[in-house]
Nanobody, 119 residues
Framework: QVQLVESGGGLVQPGGSLRLSCAASGFTFSWYAMSWYRQAPGKERELVAVITTTGGSISYKDSVKGRFTIPRDNAKNTMFLQMNNLKPEDTAVYYC????????????WGQGTQVTVSS
């Protein structure tokens, strides 16, 4: 059974940090490009960061560059999102996503974890 389980969300003050984790099981994690998406209330889901299978290529949404990093540990089937200097506009449900194959033919989603940035 394929599972992507996010954890680490919560309430944090502006300027604070959080580290999200995505634990994968039921598929060959190292074959999949991994991403974090987020969806704020009333807005469309958007791509935050993506990392290729070996971590050789990483890209970030412009608004999080320099604040977020997306490491992965293939030996532990886990991906992270380190979020620093958080801003209220980062408030959203954050989703873990895995994809492989031509044009992401096979993909999986986690259930999401809430991140709220507020004083």
């Amino acid at each position: 059974q394929v599972q992507l389980v996010e954890s680490g969300g919560g309430l944090v003050q502006p300027g604070g940090s959080l580290r999200l984790s995505c634990a994968a099981s039921g598929f060959t994690f190292s074959w999949y490009a991994m991403s974090w998406y987020r969806q704020a209330p009333g807005k469309e889901r958007e791509l935050v960061a993506v990392i290729t299978t070996t971590g050789g290529s990483i890209s970030y949404k412009d608004s999080v560059k320099g604040r977020f990093t997306i490491p992965r540990d293939n030996a532990k089937n886990t991906m992270f999102l380190q979020m620093n200097n958080l801003k209220p506009e980062d408030t959203a449900v954050y989703y873990c996503h895995a994809e492989t194959g031509p044009s992401g033919a096979t993909d999986y989603w986690g259930q999401g974890t809430q991140v709220t940035v507020s004083s």
